[in-house]
C-alpha cells in the first residue's frame, strides 16, 4: 500500500512538473505586421464569386459611358436567388455585387439619384436588397462594390461628389445586413457624360476622394467588412487580372506607395518582405474575356481545367480569389457558366477528399522547449489554432513526415500559423526514394497558404526543411492530396 502511494506521489509530482515547463515555454513572438481579426476571417474564406451586373450588360460594354438609358436595364427572369445558389454550388462563400459600376448606375433605389433600377424596366425591384437576402439564404456572406467613379453624376471632380459617395456608401452599409467586403475600384476620372457636360474631368486619386473619410465611415458601419483596393487597407489587388498570385507572395506591403488606381503592378503581384502593414493579395479574374457578360463569349467560357489551375495559382498561393460570374440579360447565370463552375467544384472536392498525411508520425529536428503544446505532431492535428513551433536560436529546422503506408499524391499544402505573423523565406521539400531522400520542390513565401502542384509520386515519407527564416517558425499544417 505504501508502494502505491510513494507511485501516486511520483505521477502527480511528474505532471505538476510537465504544467509548469509548459507554462514556462512562451510561444515564439510575432514578427513583423499581423493580421486583424477582420483579416483572420477573410483569409478562412479563400474563394467567393464576383458579379457584375448593370447597363453594360445590355450596351455589349465594358465601361458605360453614364449617358445609357435606365429603362434598357430589364431582364425579364431577374433572379439573384440563382446566382446565390450557383455560387453556394460552385464551393464560393460569399459574393461581392457591383452595386454601381462606372456609368453611374445604381442596382438599388438609392435616394440620391434618379439613375438607378427604380427608372429601369425593373422599377419595382432592389437587386442589392434580393441577393444580400439569397447570400444569407444559402450561407454565403455577401459584399458590395461601389465605384469611385461616376461618368453620369454632373458633381464629379468637385467637391460635392465626395458627399454624394458617402451618402451612397453609407446606404448600402446600412440596409442591407452585415458587409463582409467593400470594393473601391482602381478606375477614376476621364471622359464622361457627367449630367449633361460630356466633357473630360481629371481627378487626383489620391486626394479627392478623401480615403481617410471613407474609410473611417466604413469602420463605422462594418466594423468587420474588409476594404479592398490597389493599397488595401484590409486586402489590396494582386497586380493583374489573369487570375495568379506570385510564386513569392507576401502577405505584407509598405502601404505609402500604393492608392486607388496606383500603377505598381509588380509590387502588388509580389509585396514586400517585412513591409509596414499586413494587406494581403485578392485575385480577381473573370470567367470570362470580360467582366460583363456578351453573347458572343458563351463559347469563350474558361473551361474546368482552366479554373482549377487558377485555383492553385490564386489559393494555392496565399492569396483569395474573387471569380467573376456575370449574370446575362435574361437576369439568369448562363449554362455554360454554371456547368463550368460546377465541374470546378467537382474537381476540387475530389483532390482534398483523402489528406495523405493524416495519422502519419511527425518528427521534428527541433521542438520548441520540447513542449507538446508546440509538437511536430501539430502539423497533421487538423486545428487551425495549434503549431510547430522551434526555440527562437532554431530558424532553420526540419520536419518528416512518416504516412501510415506509401501514397501517391502531387499536391502538398504548407501552412504558417499567421497570427504570429509570415516568418518562412524559403523551403524545400523532399520525399524518400529508394533509401535516399530527392527533392520534389521548393519555394519562398508560405503565409496563408501555399499548395505545391509537384509531380504525381508515390512514398511513404516527406521532409520540409525550411532552408532561410529571420526567426523561428511556427508551422500550422502540412497536406497531401492527389488531383487526378
Not at 297 to 306: G, H, R, S, Y
Request: aromatic share 12%; net charge positive; glycine share 8%.
Amino acid at each position: 500500500m505504501k508502494l502505491h502511494y510513494e507511485i501516486l506521489k511520483i505521477l502527480l509530482l511528474l505532471l505538476i512538473c510537465s504544467q509548469i515547463n509548459a507554462q514556462q515555454v512562451k510561444p515564439p513572438a510575432p514578427y513583423g505586421a499581423v493580421p486583424t481579426n477582420r483579416q483572420l476571417v477573410w483569409h478562412d474564406m479563400q474563394f467567393y464569386g464576383f458579379i457584375h451586373f448593370g447597363v453594360n450588360t445590355y450596351t455589349d460594354k465594358e465601361w458605360g459611358e453614364g449617358d445609357e438609358d435606365p429603362v434598357i436595364f430589364n431582364p425579364d427572369k431577374l433572379n439573384p436567388d440563382q446566382w446565390a445558389r450557383v455560387a453556394k454550388e460552385a464551393g464560393m462563400k460569399g459574393l461581392v455585387l457591383t452595386a454601381k459600376h462606372h456609368a453611374g448606375f445604381c442596382l438599388w433605389p438609392s435616394k440620391y439619384t434618379d439613375y438607378s433600377i427604380k427608372n429601369s424596366g425593373v422599377k419595382d425591384r432592389d437587386i442589392v436588397k434580393e441577393l444580400s437576402a439569397a447570400c444569407k439564404k444559402y450561407g454565403l456572406k455577401f459584399g458590395v462594390y461601389l465605384s469611385p467613379w461616376d461618368r453620369n453624376n454632373a458633381g464629379y471632380g468637385k467637391p460635392e461628389y465626395v458627399d454624394y459617395y458617402k451618402n451612397q456608401l453609407t446606404e448600402l452599409l446600412t440596409n442591407y445586413g452585415k458587409i463582409f467586403e467593400v470594393w473601391f475600384d482602381g478606375a477614376n476620372g476621364g471622359t464622361g457624360y457627367y449630367g449633361g457636360a460630356r466633357e473630360k474631368r481629371t481627378i487626383d486619386a489620391r486626394t479627392y476622394y478623401h480615403w481617410d473619410e471613407v474609410r473611417a465611415l466604413v469602420r463605422k458601419l462594418q466594423p468587420m467588412a474588409i476594404m479592398f483596393s490597389d493599397g488595401g487597407p484590409d486586402c489590396r489587388w494582386v497586380g493583374n487580372e489573369e487570375g495568379y498570385a506570385g510564386k513569392t507572395n507576401w502577405c505584407t506591403i509598405n502601404v505609402d506607395r500604393f492608392y486607388p488606381g496606383s500603377p505598381n503592378y509588380k509590387e502588388l503581384t509580389e509585396g514586400h518582405r517585412n513591409g509596414t502593414s499586413w494587406i494581403p493579395a485578392e485575385t480577381d479574374v473573370s470567367i470570362r474575356p470580360g467582366w460583363f457578360y456578351h453573347a458572343a463569349e458563351d463559347a469563350k467560357v474558361k473551361t474546368p481545367e482552366q479554373l482549377v489551375e487558377i485555383y492553385f495559382n490564386s489559393v494555392g498561393r496565399g492569396s483569395n480569389l474573387i471569380l467573376n460570374v456575370p449574370p446575362g440579360r435574361d437576369g439568369l447565370i448562363s449554362e455554360n457558366d454554371v456547368k463550368s463552375l460546377k465541374e470546378m467544384h467537382k474537381i476540387l472536392i475530389e483532390t482534398f477528399a483523402v489528406n495523405y498525411a493524416k495519422g502519419a508520425k511527425a518528427e521534428a529536428s527541433n521542438v520548441r522547449g520540447k513542449s507538446k503544446i508546440f509538437a511536430a505532431s501539430n502539423v497533421i492535428a487538423g486545428s487551425k489554432d495549434k503549431y510547430w513551433a522551434t526555440d527562437d536560436s532554431v530558424t532553420t529546422p526540419q520536419i518528416i513526415l512518416t504516412l501510415k503506408k506509401p501514397a501517391t499524391f502531387n499536391r502538398m499544402r504548407i501552412k504558417e500559423y499567421i497570427k504570429l505573423g509570415q516568418r518562412v523565406e524559403a523551403f524545400a521539400v523532399d520525399y524518400w526514394k529508394d533509401g535516399k531522400w530527392e527533392l520534389l520542390d521548393e519555394g519562398t513565401s508560405i503565409g496563408y497558404q501555399r499548395i505545391l502542384c509537384t509531380k504525381t509520386i508515390t512514398t511513404n515519407k516527406i521532409r520540409v526543411r525550411i532552408t532561410k527564416s529571420p526567426v523561428c517558425v511556427a508551422i500550422s499544417d502540412i497536406g497531401l492530396f492527389l488531383k487526378k
